[in-house]
């Protein structure tokens, strides 16, 4: 009986904490753009929910989306993302763009919240017998001393390397601010401050 009931608090426990994700790259290359719009000699094809896991509740939980962009330069000139033409809502809105570190900082994972596997460790697992119409420990294995460190510096290792991943990725793909030739298309990703998934358009200034 003991050792169910420590079976269930070790899934309860696990199931609380949840695991820490790994990050899938998103490369906008190869995404398949299901939006566009034309204005003024810009095309622009974006997509929304590029992320999964714990990196999407990331996204609804704090209100910001990253977007894959391709845009494409027709006019007669070369151009500055937010500079000489700015991403804004289909109805004409500014949109509030996020840097490269607030963008990352609001999604990434939190590898110290997994320390609360450490809450694990006084966890023993005991072996009975009945003597004499009596139970009576016979041992006890201390497994939460390896169940519960494993468990935290395995997943804290985990999200580290997947937030290492993300971070290499949005840096690689950051458009804003980026030279677009004339004739020249170029994709990227872009966080923005939003909680829904809006219509874009570019707009020259």
Do not use: W
Not at 79 to 90: E, M, N, T
Not at 141 to 148: A, K
Request: proline share 2%; glycine share 6%; hydrophobic share 40%.
């Amino acid at each position: 009986m003991r050792v169910i009931k420590l079976a269930l608090l070790i899934v309860v426990i696990i199931s609380l904490f949840s695991c820490a994700s790994a990050y899938k790259n998103i490369n906008p290359n190869s995404v398949n753009y299901l939006s566009e719009s034309e204005a003024e000699g810009l095309k622009l094809e974006y997509k929304y929910d590029l992320l999964d896991k714990k990196y999407a509740k990331k996204e609804v939980k704090k209100g910001v989306k990253l977007v894959a962009l391709k845009i494409t330069n027709d006019t007669d000139r070369d151009l500055v993302i937010g500079k000489d033409f700015s991403l804004v809502y289909a109805n004409g809105s500014d949109i509030h763009i996020l840097d490269l570190d607030k963008t990352f900082v609001s999604l990434k994972q939190s590898p110290a919240t997994h320390l609360l596997y450490l809450l694990l460790t006084p966890v023993n697992l005991y072996t009975t017998e009945t003597k004499n119409g009596y139970q009576e420990t016979t041992s006890s294995t201390p497994i939460g001393l390896i169940l519960g460190p494993g468990l935290a510096a395995g997943n804290m290792i985990a999200a580290g390397s997947a937030n290492k991943k993300f971070k290499q990725e949005i840096s690689d793909y950051n458009i804003y601010g980026s030279v677009i030739k004339k004739g020249e298309t170029k994709v990227g990703l872009v966080g923005i401050k939003s909680f829904s998934h809006d219509a874009l358009k570019l707009k020259l200034k």
